[in-house]
């Protein structure tokens, strides 16, 4: 049990459709973080929210839209997704951004 | 822009024995951390260990430990006693508190075999 929660884990979409990624997490943090894994590059940071602020968009396509209702909740609505968004998306909380991260198990997008 | 260089794609080691895993970063800031994180095959990623710039000590943590070379911009891994459970792959990540803000860059990683 890490603490931070990732659902689905696995996820296939047509580019037209919509669908949304869920992440919770347990540990009381006030940061978390949208990462993008692909293969054969580094990790790269896509959004940060800090106290259900956004304070980070780290340059991400408007088809990537993120939701922070509140601290332990965070959402990553997708849609018109292109096949080079295919890859493996995790979450991660802190206690603040200073704070060592704590990573989500991940959901691995496919898209047809 | 800060930059995180892992040299290594791919190492192995035999099982009790010992490895080292290089990083090297560039930044222009004096204050920051540095991180290295596992990331076994069912994708958890973990934190292992952490150093502050700040600290001349090493950081360690059991059977993990650091070189920090902070003239050099160098952090290397080294396990001892290596276990096989200790296969992963390993990143390198660096945060900065000036212009970074809120922003761990990772390295690619070093995919990590253990040999029994």
């Known amino acids: 049990e890490t603490g931070v929660t990732q659902t689905p884990r696995h996820l296939v979409m047509g580019m037209t459709n919509k669908k949304s990624l869920k992440c919770e997490q347990h540990l009381g943090h006030n940061a978390m973080y949208w990462y993008k894994q692909s293969a054969k590059k580094p990790l790269e940071l896509m959004f940060v929210?800090?106290?259900?602020?956004?304070?980070e968009n780290n340059s991400v396509p408007s088809r990537f839209s993120p939701e922070c209702p509140n601290s332990s909740h965070l959402f990553l609505h997708l849609h018109t997704l292109q096949p080079e968004d295919s890859a493996l998306y995790l979450c991660a909380s802190s206690q603040d951004v200073a704070q060592p991260q704590h990573f989500g198990d991940g959901t691995r997008l496919s898209i047809l | 822009a800060q930059t995180v260089t892992q040299s290594q794609p791919e190492m192995s080691v035999q099982e009790a024995e010992t490895v080292t895993l290089s990083c090297t970063y560039d930044?222009?800031?004096?204050?920051?951390?540095l991180f290295w994180y596992k990331q076994p095959p069912s994708r958890q990623m973990i934190l292992v260990i952490r150093?502050?710039?700040?600290?001349?000590q090493n950081a360690t943590e059991n059977r993990f430990s650091v070189n920090f070379q902070k003239a050099a911009k160098s952090f290397s891994l080294k396990i001892s006693d290596s276990q096989l459970g200790d296969t992963a792959k390993y990143f390198c990540a660096f945060w900065g508190s000036g212009g970074s803000n809120y922003k761990l860059t990772f390295g690619k990683g070093t995919l990590l075999t253990v040999n029994p």
């Open positions: 930044t222009s800031e004096n204050n920051y951390y």
């Open positions: 150093q502050e710039a700040y600290k001349q």
């Open positions: 929210y800090n106290f259900k602020e956004q304070t």
